[in-house]
């Protein structure tokens, strides 16, 4: 299983734009790239998911660089409500179910 | 409305003293795991269920029993809590599907059991 490496925590201020990387340098040809939030006393939520280079929903970014060893996870203008710990998870099918410690990003006014 | 459901949310009880904690899914999903989380340790997976009759260990199944007798429930056991099992227990379950792209999982709301 591909390991991760996080922050363990960031500070942002609201409006700012955030970019929380993780590195995976073992990362398997077959593998893909998912990210989690987490907020306080809930489960996790699906965020974003990828393979390569660049994906975006409603909620965030992910880019992905060619060599895919990292991955970063952006939160373009966030806000109070973004305060939460974030999951970044490598792997394919059902073979990656290690959360790890995640990032715990707190945004303040 | 699409939801994993928990029972119960809160939970304390004695050494030795069996629990079992339910857990359901709405979505049809075939594939349901339990996790505890604890400070400083992140999500650990407890077990997981690929499908109805077929469960698997994850990182930290000892002290736990799992049955899946039944599509949409997942019931974790504790035949004799003890108090290093005190922690927030999640299950969660995603669709199966083919290919290789990793699956989405949705998690209940939790079950935070202490153990005295």
């Known amino acids: 299983l591909a390991k991760t490496t996080q922050p363990i925590s960031m500070d942002s201020y609201e409006g700012q734009e955030v970019n929380i990387t993780c590195s995976h340098n073992?990362?398997?040809?077959?593998?893909?790239i998912t990210w989690y939030q987490q907020f306080p006393s809930q489960g996790p939520r699906f965020i974003i998911q990828?393979?390569?280079t660049k994906v975006t929903n409603e909620v965030a970014s992910l880019f992905i660089p060619a060599d895919r060893k990292s991955s970063t996870l952006s939160l373009p203008r966030v806000s109070l409500s973004d305060t939460a710990v974030y999951y970044c998870?490598?792997?394919?099918?059902?073979?990656?179910?290690?959360f790890g410690k995640g990032t715990m990003l707190l945004v303040s006014p | 409305e699409a939801q994993v459901t928990q029972n119960p949310r809160y939970l304390i009880t004695v050494t030795g003293k069996k629990l079992t904690v339910t857990c359901s899914q709405n979505?049809?999903?075939?594939?349901m795991s339990w996790y505890r989380q604890d400070p400083g340790l992140g999500l650990r997976q407890i077990y997981y269920?690929?499908?109805?009759?077929?469960?698997d260990k994850g990182d930290v199944p000892e002290g736990y029993k799992v049955s899946r007798k039944e599509k949409r429930n997942f019931p974790l056991i504790l035949e004799s809590p003890s108090p290093n099992q005190t922690s927030l227990y999640f299950c969660?379950?995603?669709?199966?599907?083919?290919?290789?792209?990793?699956?989405?999982?949705?998690f209940g709301p939790g079950t935070r059991l202490l153990v005295l």
């Open positions: 969660a379950s995603s669709q199966r599907t083919s290919g290789r792209l990793q699956e989405t999982q949705y």
């Open positions: 998870l490598v792997g394919v099918g059902y073979s990656t179910l290690t």
């Open positions: 990828g393979y390569k």
């Open positions: 979505m049809n999903h075939e594939y």
């Open positions: 269920s690929m499908n109805v009759e077929v469960t």
């Open positions: 073992n990362i398997a040809t077959n593998d893909y």
